[in-house]
């Protein structure tokens, strides 16, 4: 196996841990946030370095001009802002700045893969 099959592997790997502690986020959060030791009172700090993650990633996606991975990065950002609305809608709080996140990032998606399959060079 090549380099790029360990990366590959890897990725695999990283696939199944990362899973595995959304399965365990979604069937009961408060065993989530223990099994990952994330405290409350940190969240807001935590939820800074993600949003700078997906900042770098979107700058990585669009340098690369790659439009599958721009179309799917957006998709999976839209996917987190949905996510978002729906547990803030089924809590009876306001939803309306994840939805329009949302349905902006569908668009960007959206507009990249139409882009792809009609041909556009990357």
């Given amino acids: 196996m090549g380099?790029?099959?360990?990366?590959?592997?890897?990725?695999v790997i990283g696939i199944l841990v990362?899973?595995?502690?959304?399965?365990?986020f979604v069937l009961d959060p408060v065993a989530g946030m223990a099994r990952v030791d994330h405290l409350p009172q940190f969240l807001?700090?935590?939820?800074?370095?993600?949003?700078?993650?997906?900042a770098l990633l979107a700058i990585g996606v669009t340098v690369s001009?790659?439009?599958?991975?721009?179309?799917?990065?957006?998709?999976?950002?839209a996917f987190v802002s949905m996510f978002d609305a729906v547990v803030y809608l089924t809590a009876g709080e306001p939803f309306g700045p994840h939805l329009v996140a949302g349905?902006?990032?569908?668009?960007?998606?959206?507009?990249?893969?139409?882009?792809?399959?009609?041909?556009a060079p990357q």
Avoid at 18 to 24: D, H
Wanted: no cysteine; glycine share 8%.
């Fill in 3 to 11: 380099l790029a099959g360990v990366a590959i592997s890897l990725s």
């Fill in 18 to 24: 990362t899973g595995y502690l959304a399965t365990i």
């Fill in 44 to 54: 807001p700090q935590v939820m800074a370095g993600r949003y700078i993650a997906f």
């Fill in 65 to 77: 001009r790659n439009l599958v991975a721009i179309s799917f990065l957006f998709a999976v950002f």
């Fill in 103 to 119: 349905l902006a990032a569908a668009g960007v998606a959206l507009v990249a893969l139409v882009a792809k399959l009609k041909g």
